[in-house]
């Protein structure tokens, strides 16, 4: 079954967090491979640590599946112990970078200001980011939820250009569904997703807005990926701990299998 508007390729994104080795990275990919090889319709992309970046661009060159970084500093070199540039990421070949994490805003108090540098930066050095935004539970309770996410993604979308703008992903990840195993439901992520993607239309036209692929994160598993992708304006999914088996990760990225 082919979720979400057939004019846009679905995206399945792993998030590999801060696990793995470069060793453990080579052999996922060894074993991974074979089991998408044949898989031409859906883009698969793994943002690793900065470690097995290099890892990566050896092994997957060759193949239908994309690497990325999980973050980066906005300044192209300087006084800024701990931090990687963008070229320093060209150099590996990166192609995508995640950007506003809730774990990078909450956990190293990234703010709407710095992911929206961050955001234009990327598209600049010719990476594509994927913006992730996402709600508390109590902001959730409050009813706030979409006000909020909303917020986040028209924010960091200041500044952008058309042609930029039309290629842009962005990840739903309600804050309470990351590592819990508490999945928003199908229609929970949709109702939201579908507010975001009318938000954009609004500031930006319906050609925008029906370019944007929007994905869902947050507990995605392959027993309720084939559910998330059916819905209409699903058009991906950014995979936390799913992602950190060869199996599991094919099993998500042959989701139409
Ligand atoms: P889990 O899939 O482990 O819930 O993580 C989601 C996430 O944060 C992906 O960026």
Same mark, same amino acid.
């Given at each position: 079954?082919n979720?979400?508007n057939?004019?846009?390729t #679905?995206?399945?994104?792993?998030?590999w967090?801060m696990?793995?080795?470069?060793?453990?990275a080579?052999? =996922?990919?060894?074993?991974?491979l *074979?089991?998408?090889?044949?898989?031409n319709?859906?883009d $698969?992309?793994?943002?690793a640590? =900065?470690t097995?970046?290099?890892?990566?661009?050896?092994?997957?060159?060759?193949?239908?599946?994309?690497?990325?970084? @999980?973050?980066?500093y906005?300044?192209?070199?300087?006084? =800024?112990?701990?931090?990687?540039?963008? #070229?320093?990421?060209?150099e590996?070949?990166?192609?995508?970078?995640?950007?506003?994490h809730?774990?990078?805003?909450? /956990?190293?108090?990234?703010? %709407?200001?710095?992911?929206? @540098?961050?955001v234009?930066?990327?598209?600049t050095?010719?990476? @594509? *980011?994927?913006?992730?935004?996402?709600?508390? /539970?109590?902001?959730?309770?409050?009813?706030e939820?979409?006000?909020?996410?909303?917020?986040?993604m028209?924010?960091?979308?200041?500044?952008?250009? &058309?042609?930029?703008?039309?290629?842009?992903?962005?990840?739903?990840?309600?804050?309470?569904?990351?590592?819990?195993g508490?999945?928003?439901?199908?229609?929970?992520?949709? &109702?939201?997703?579908?507010?975001?993607?009318?938000?954009?239309?609004?500031?930006?036209?319906?050609?925008?807005?029906?370019?944007?692929?929007?994905?869902?994160?947050?507990?995605?598993?392959?027993? %309720?990926? $084939? &559910?998330?992708?059916?819905? #209409?304006?699903?058009?991906?999914?950014?995979?936390?701990?799913?992602?950190?088996? *060869?199996?599991?990760?094919?099993? /998500?990225?042959?989701? @139409?299998?």
């Open positions: 079954m979720g979400g057939s004019l846009r #679905p995206i399945i994104i792993a998030n967090k696990y793995k080795t470069r060793a453990e080579a052999s =996922f990919c060894d074993a991974f *074979p089991l998408i090889a044949d898989n319709d859906v $698969a992309v793994i943002c640590p =900065f097995q970046l290099d890892v990566l661009q050896n092994r997957l060159s060759a193949s239908n599946v994309a690497y990325g970084a @999980q973050n980066f906005p300044v192209a070199e300087g006084a =800024f112990t701990g931090e990687v540039s963008l #070229p320093m990421l060209q590996l070949g990166v192609q995508y970078v995640i950007v506003g809730s774990e990078r805003r909450e /956990l190293f108090k990234e703010d %709407n200001a710095l992911v929206q @540098q961050k234009k930066a990327a598209y050095a010719g990476i @594509q *980011p994927i913006l992730c935004v996402g709600e508390r /539970l109590d902001q959730r309770e409050a009813g939820t979409i006000a909020h996410c909303a917020g986040q028209l924010s960091a979308m200041e500044g952008l250009s &058309e042609a930029e703008l039309l290629t842009l992903i962005v990840a739903y990840e309600p804050i309470w569904a990351i590592g819990t508490k999945t928003a439901t199908a229609a929970d992520a949709q &109702e939201v997703i579908s507010a975001l993607r009318s938000a954009v239309a609004e500031k930006y036209g319906n050609t925008v807005a029906d370019a944007v692929r929007f994905q869902y994160g947050g507990s995605v598993k392959p027993e %309720n990926i $084939a &559910e998330l992708m059916a819905q #209409p304006d699903i058009d991906g999914a950014l995979v936390g701990g799913a992602s950190l088996k *060869p199996d599991s990760f094919a099993q /998500l990225v042959n989701y @139409q299998k």
